[in-house]
């Protein structure tokens, strides 16, 4: 099983709030991978509920507006300082109209951080109507060694959903 070389992966989980980041957050956590997890939104009941998800996995939690283009630069130095590096980002935030932003944000400074400590891939797990203009991102990424892999979010993402999306991982 490809899961086996996760123990030493650095991941951040951006929506870990939503069905698909619990299950991928979880599957990770399970598979060694050092984790932190981020609520997308600053909202008090969400933050609270990946605060009580991050004590059960042991990851590192945070909540922030994923809009915000300082909130998103500071929480991924941050973590990224916290985990010795960054190799994986998987955004699963929706957001409604705002998703598209704040994929383009955490794209761009999770780059920044994982070109730092070499290679990586940036995991987008977003229904199809809302994910953005994946092979863009992937035109600007991929040259700085940053992998963009964009997957087919089921309805209801279970933990078989997530152990196939560990089994992508490089």
């Known amino acids: 099983m490809a899961q086996a070389h ?13 069905a698909a980041g619990r299950v991928l957050a979880t599957a990770l956590a399970a598979a060694g991978a050092h984790t932190a997890i981020v609520a997308a939104t600053a909202d008090a009941t969400v933050a609270f509920e990946v605060q009580r998800l991050s004590h059960r996995i042991g990851a590192a939690s945070q909540a922030i507006d994923a809009t915000n283009e300082m909130a998103v630069r500071v929480m991924i130095r941050q973590i990224s300082k916290r985990l010795g590096g960054l190799d994986l980002l998987l955004f699963c935030a929706d957001l409604g109209d705002g998703t598209a932003d704040a994929l383009s944000l955490a794209s761009r400074f999770a780059a920044r951080e994982i070109t730092r400590t070499g290679e990586g891939t940036i995991v987008i797990a977003l229904p199809k109507e809302t994910a953005a203009d994946i092979p ?9 060694g940053v992998h963009v892999l964009a997957l087919d979010l089921p ?14 991982l490089p």
């Open 136 to 144: 863009a991102l992937a035109a600007a990424y991929e040259p700085q």
């Open 6 to 18: 996760l123990g030493e992966k650095r991941a951040l989980i951006l929506g870990a709030e939503t």
């Open 155 to 168: 309805p209801q993402p279970d933990e078989a959903w997530a152990l196939e999306v560990l089994e992508l």
